[in-house]
């Protein structure tokens, strides 16, 4: 007979294997929703019911109040309960649309996706590159002012060591960011810019717009303004437009 002692302990499922696949199938969710970036989607000529409707409604509630929450507290500190209450549903409803406090974490990374990647891949090199820079700088303004928690939420995202986004800056944010260093090295190239260093300049321009969104408490106490005072968004987008101009026209 065996000895009670000597029996061997049976090693854990394997935990790890299946926190691996699941976070691949994530970063595969967010990859898929990051290439659509610009796509057409379907339209929908049916009419929906009211129950779906109301459906819809109550989704766009839950990913705007989530979105608020992580933007504040991250993933770690937020909670379901915290989200559930800001987007005034139960927390048995809100987790009838999103299994898990990751699950809605990664819903809400997958619909910012769209709007972190949009401005960047818009300009071409056949566009004049004091309008193309200058249109990125507005719409990068227009995106801190209207969506600051997007900004947060990946600033804080870009603190954790971007667990979740890894595959999302190694593929689809490479490919456009690559794109569009292309495109200004061409512009340089033509003479129609200054020596400047594509990577850096692009990073310029998402610090100095992003920077009303990530730091708007401090702007706001030091400017006593903010980019929803329309006279100040003005100036801001002028003076931004005009500082990164002046710094990259052919010399």
Known sequence: MTDPATKTVKAPRKTAAKAAAKSGQVARKLVKAAQTVGDDSPVDNFPKGRRAQAGEVRKAAILKAALAVFARQGLDGASVEAIAQAAGISKANLLYYHPSKEALYVAVLEQGLSLWLAPLSRFTAEEDPADAIAALIGAKLAMS???????????????????????????PLRAVFDAKCAVIGAWIDGGKLGRVDPPHLIFSIWALTQHYADFA???????????SDKAFMDETQEALTALVLDGVRPR
Request: aromatic content about 2%; proline content about 8%; cysteine-free.
């Open 217 to 227: 408490a401090q702007v706001r106490a030091l400017a006593g303004k903010s980019l």
């Open 145 to 171: 002012r209207d969506h600051p928690e997007v900004s947060r939420l990946f600033a804080l995202e870009m603190l954790r060591g971007a667990p979740l986004l890894k595959p999302v800056l190694a593929g």
